[in-house]
């Protein structure tokens, strides 16, 4: 079969990958779309929008069971599992529909179905009839994501297991819901699930929760989830997993020895893989490294001239809002004749746990780490008076400072809409502001960010 040329090839519709592939038809280039499945990529199918759907029934039904603090009375608060779920899959839904008329309206045209390369700047594309069309395109741009990884322990693929994919499906409640990984994927599903009404257990290898965070917010949200009343073993390392008469059974190795612990269902929360094993890069000459991401240099480039990758395939920090910055990134180079570049972006994120993490810039750890000079400002949630007014002052509030400079290198805000404040403090790091300007700031009263005013005077030279 003849090769089809087009202008511009984009593989994938995250984030990234449908503005993108909008903004080149926009500009007067045929552009095709290859999705294997669902419009939208992980975010809008799998990720952000279900899961972040689903936490707000959970923070109404915890709100709910909390009503006699503020005085209201409620009476039994039951969950409908089935509504929830009815009402995450509307909004993905819409949220999808949306985002493929918007595609389709700029002139693109999309294919369905599992893109392989053949050659360079060549893909061919099979559709679930069997049907199949070659491509060859001037420019690609892969953006395919990644997906649950499935952990080497004995025994997993003899037993029924969930994903973060498939737990949002469930509509009857686990009785006793187990969660292995520790990171946020598995905190947010497991405060989900202990909300509405399951017992929860998280197994986590490491000696923390959030392995990437400082010790004392792992610990702060630790403390949090049990609070909750959801059980964490730590330092655990799943050796083996079996189906037992009373459900499943894990077994663990602990620094107190063997621990066996048996629950309904089993979550596996242990990471991502890039979705690359399909793809036949090396056909088209693509550099893959160790764990199968696609190897870019700064201005998102692969290893073969024209051929670019963006999002989570790429690696690095997987998060929907690095992907739509790749899109610009992208776009400024392709369409505008920049040169811009992912070189020192800040890269911020939230933890949909509740109370939020908010997170941005250097950790205390890493700053250590650089052997910078600086100093720590810590303030608990206790001492902010909107959260005590609402009744939400689980948390605390942390920010690191340049000694010399007086730049903020990076905060972390455990607290109720930590991912707002964060964005406070982002925004004062974009602009280049001494911690000073936030500390003497008239910010309106009472409010979250006025508690700014006070972390900044809460200062300790490390």
Not at 28 to 35: A, S, Y
Not at 48 to 53: A, H, L, V
Not at 141 to 153: F, L, S, T
Not at 446 to 459: G, I, Q, W, Y
Request: charged share 20%; proline share 4%; hydrophobic share 40%.
């Amino acid at each position: 079969m003849t090769d089809v040329h087009v202008d511009a090839l984009v593989i994938g519709s995250g984030q990234g990958g449908g503005p993108l592939a909008s903004a080149l038809a926009r500009a007067g280039r045929r552009t095709v779309l290859v999705e294997r499945r669902h419009i939208g990529g992980t975010c809008i199918n799998e990720g952000c929008t279900p899961t972040k759907t689903m936490i707000a029934s959970a923070r109404v039904a915890y709100l709910a069971k909390r009503s006699a603090d503020f005085g209201v009375q409620c009476g039994n608060v039951t969950i409908d599992l089935p509504a929830v779920v009815a009402r995450k899959r509307a909004i993905v839904s819409e949220f999808r529909q949306s985002s493929e008329h918007s595609i389709t309206r700029a002139g693109v045209e999309i294919l369905f179905g599992d893109a392989r390369f053949v050659g360079e700047r060549r893909v061919e594309v099979r559709a679930s009839d069997g049907s199949t069309r070659t491509l060859a395109a001037s420019t690609i741009i892969i953006n395919v994501g990644a997906r649950p990884a499935r952990p080497a322990i004995p025994g997993f693929e003899q037993v029924s297991t969930l994903d973060s994919t498939s737990v949002m499906d469930l509509e009857v409640l686990p009785a006793h819901l187990l969660v292995v990984g520790g990171g946020y994927v598995g905190v947010e599903f497991a405060q989900m699930f202990r909300r509405f009404g399951s017992r929860v257990t998280i197994v986590e290898h490491g000696p923390q929760l959030l392995g990437h965070e400082d010790e004392d917010v792992a610990q702060a949200v630790a403390s949090i989830l049990r609070e909750d009343g959801i059980d964490l073993v730590l330092e655990a390392r799943a050796t083996g997993v079996e189906q037992s008469p009373n459900g499943i059974s894990l077994t663990a190795a602990t620094r107190a020895g063997d621990r066996r612990i048996t629950a309904t269902h089993l979550l596996l929360a242990t990471g991502r893989v890039p979705n690359t094993d399909t793809l036949a890069a090396e056909r088209a000459g693509i550099a893959l490294d160790e764990r199968g991401h696609i190897r870019v240099d700064d201005h998102l480039a692969t290893t073969v001239p024209g051929v670019y990758a963006i999002g989570d395939v790429k690696g690095g920090p997987a998060f929907t809002h690095i992907s739509y910055d790749d899109f610009r990134i992208l776009r400024t180079n392709l369409l505008e004749g920049g040169s811009a570049s992912i070189a020192g972006r800040l890269v911020p994120y939230t933890v949909f746990m509740d109370p939020q993490l908010g997170r941005v810039g250097m950790t205390e750890r890493e700053a250590l780490d650089q052997h910078r000079r600086i100093a720590v400002a810590t303030m608990p949630m206790s001492k902010v008076a909107r959260a005590l007014e609402t009744a939400e002052s689980r948390g605390f509030m942390k920010a690191i400072v340049d000694r010399d400079s007086h730049l903020i290198l990076g905060c972390a805000i455990l607290g109720i809409e930590g991912g707002e404040i964060m964005s406070m403090l982002q925004l004062a790091m974009m602009g280049g502001l001494p911690y000073t300007a936030l500390r003497d700031a008239v910010l309106a009263h009472p409010t979250l960010a006025e508690s700014l005013n006070n972390l900044f005077t809460e200062l300790t030279s490390v």
